[in-house]
DNA sequence: GTTAGTGCAAACCTTTTGCAGCTCT
DNA sequence: AGAGCTGCAAAAGGTTTGCACTAAC
């Protein structure tokens, strides 16, 4: 659990644990998905039908700016929106498929070795580091290799393993003309 | 010159070579710097003062879409938007100072390595990359000791080469209450 | 001449702000 | 008690859309 060590760094700031904060806390640290403010507000109104969209924004900025959560967009895939992801873990590449928006998680060697080389390059002080990388993943390489040929329409059968995204947005649903 | 490159690939896709793209592909080509669509327009309608906004938002969709530009955030240094650069080069990650929004590039053997590893470890198609890097930059971590430690007013100094980033946009000017 | 592209205005999504009242410590 | 937080409403930044007109091929 994070949240135990995120509310010792906020104690520490002389940050205020309100009720509100402990149920985002809460929603941030156990859903291992990748939330977007959205998303977040939703999960946490069911819990607290008075919190409001702001105090949402407000706290994840608190905890970004304090460099508890991570702020990602995942080549926006799901729109412009933010995604936020606690810091606990190591450093990782975020792999998003732009056909189903599954997205995984690369840890490894040359992140670090990655990040060495850009600071002694530069001597540089690396505070964020985000690397994303969108393609299709090889369960949707096939699907496609599907629709070319065949160009038909066929169910999907999907191999869901791991996080999706939701679809993206419907953008500017407008009154129809 | 990649605008050559870039006109030949767009008439191939029977995409019409406008007065209002040339102008765009020749600013963003030019342009070694990375650009956002206001800045691009405004650069823009210098040459056309007629040329709109949204033409501006059009054709960088169309060449996004199409592969000959790649869209960053660079930490959002200087707000939500996004900038663009041309795709001729190699792919390099982006640091961007947090401090005087110095960007500079870096090149080299992990990125490739890095993406190697993931399209093998994931059997992944990799369409679009991007490694973003915040911190602070040789010369501002001086700058800063120095701030820490006297905390008082000097003058900057700054040794400045390469790109920086005009200072984050001043948000939400309202009226005053 | 066709069809894609443009300009304009307006809308839309996401995020931020001012302010007054509420609440942690 | 009082600084910090919240909710509300409203606004702002960045981007996209509908539509009628224009221009590229």
Chains 1, 2 share one sequence.
Do not use: W
């Not at 509310?7 to 859903?31: A, H, N, P, Y």
């Not at 994840?60 to 606990?88: A, F, P, S, V």
Request: hydrophobic share 35%; charged share 30%.
């Amino acid at each position: 659990m994070a949240s135990a060590s995120i509310r010792g760094s906020l104690k520490e700031r002389g940050v205020r644990l309100t009720r509100q904060r402990q149920i985002l806390l809460d929603l941030i640290d156990k859903s291992g998905k990748h939330l977007d403010a959205e998303t977040l507000f939703q999960l946490a109104k069911q819990q607290d039908a008075k919190l409001n969209r702001v105090t949402v924004y407000r706290t994840l900025k608190l905890l970004k700016t304090g460099g508890l959560i991570d702020e990602l967009d995942l080549m926006h895939y799901g729109g412009d929106q933010h995604y936020y992801e606690t810091r606990m873990k190591q450093e990782h590449a975020h792999i998003i498929c732009l056909r189903c928006g599954k997205v995984e998680e690369f840890f490894g060697e040359p992140l670090m070795r990655l990040r060495r080389q850009i600071e002694s390059h530069f001597g540089f002080e690396i505070l964020l580091a985000r690397t994303e990388v969108g393609g299709y993943c090889a369960n949707c390489q096939a699907q496609r290799a599907r629709e070319v040929e065949e160009a038909r329409g066929l169910a999907d059968g999907r191999v869901d393993e791991g996080e999706t995204l939701p679809a993206p947005r419907a953008k500017r649903r407008r009154k129809q003309t």
